[in-house]
């Protein structure tokens, strides 16, 4: 089947999508993006995602929205279109083209709008089952993480060191040791008392959509999480960890930089975390992931 992907209002195949090269996105890195995860068919908590998107044009100051309806709508077509059980929506908004490479933005911007979806084992992959092996590299991001801006070098070259060294993933570190988040994903650790720690929303992470389900499904369940920052030798010290991420949902971490966390397998209050996510997002637990019932 021929992968359909949206730009600018038009259905197209994926291989036959441009964009200008004086794309202020391609240039600059003058641009949002969200990817929205699609699990049964069906989005898992695209309002947030749209949510998070305008905010984060609100403070690029875009002065222009893309149509919210028309998102909404093209969510649903792909995941139709492409067949999409299990996977996920990437969608992009950049500032546009306009024909030279000026650093003053434009006051009327012509947003570039672009999306496509792929399928992906969300629930039932290695990662989940076994978890992660994490290195930790300095954070060198700029300093407006809350903003789901497209600039990723820093992530895609903490996560190209990764693989370099063996590892699975990258957690990033800031200039006084404490953790910010995962180079995808945010970071999470259990300490021995079964005590669940995230770090607290503020400019230098980003709010994550999962993190914010996450913290809804544990509040109904009477359990309290504790929003703090924590070190490098905090986390590689704790019982257990896991990241939240759209493209992962809760995945365990059992290593941090070749230490092993507890008993280096995922740990009973991440599988309980898992099962407790994939439960809230309508996962048949005992098909989809019989592990997280040991
Ligand atoms: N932090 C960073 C740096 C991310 O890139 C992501 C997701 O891509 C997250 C956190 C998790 O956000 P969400 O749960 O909305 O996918």
């Not at 929506?89 to 306009?98: E, F, S």
């Not at 021995?192 to 509040?219: C, K, Y």
């Amino acid at each position: 089947m021929t992968r359909q992907a949206w730009v600018n209002g038009v259905y197209i195949a994926a291989e036959e999508a441009r964009i200008s090269p004086f794309d202020r996105g391609f240039l600059f890195a003058d641009g949002v993006y969200e990817v929205t995860a699609v699990y049964n068919g069906r989005t898992v908590d695209m309002d947030r995602h749209l949510d998070r998107l305008e905010r984060s044009l609100g403070e690029l100051k875009f002065g222009a929205m893309p149509d919210r309806k028309e998102l909404e709508e093209v969510h649903r077509r792909l995941i139709a279109d492409n067949g999409i059980v299990e996977g996920y929506v990437y969608l992009q908004v950049t500032r546009g083209a306009y024909g030279s490479r000026d650093f003053v933005a434009p006051d009327k911007p012509r947003l570039t709008r672009f999306a496509y979806a792929e399928s992906r084992a969300l629930i039932d992959t290695p990662h989940a089952r076994n978890g992660l092996r994490v290195i930790s590299v300095p954070d060198i991001r700029w300093s407006r993480r809350d903003i789901k801006s497209v600039g990723l070098l820093a992530q895609a070259l903490a996560k190209t060191e990764a693989k370099a060294q063996g590892a699975d993933d990258a957690w990033l570190v800031a200039p006084d040791g404490h953790i910010t988040e995962g180079a995808s994903s945010n970071a999470w650790i259990v300490t021995e008392d079964g005590e669940i720690i995230t770090r607290a929303l503020s400019n230098v992470i980003l709010a994550g959509v999962t993190r914010h389900a996450l913290f809804d499904s544990l509040g109904q369940q009477g359990r309290k999480i504790t929003e703090r920052s924590f070190t490098l030798e905090e986390a590689r010290n704790a019982a257990e960890a896991f990241t939240t991420a759209a493209t992962g949902l809760v995945t365990p971490v059992v290593e941090i930089d070749g230490v092993k966390l507890g008993q280096g397998r995922p740990g009973p209050i991440t599988r309980g975390v898992q099962k407790l996510y994939y439960t809230a997002i309508g996962a048949d637990v005992s098909k989809a992931a019989p592990w997280v019932l040991d």
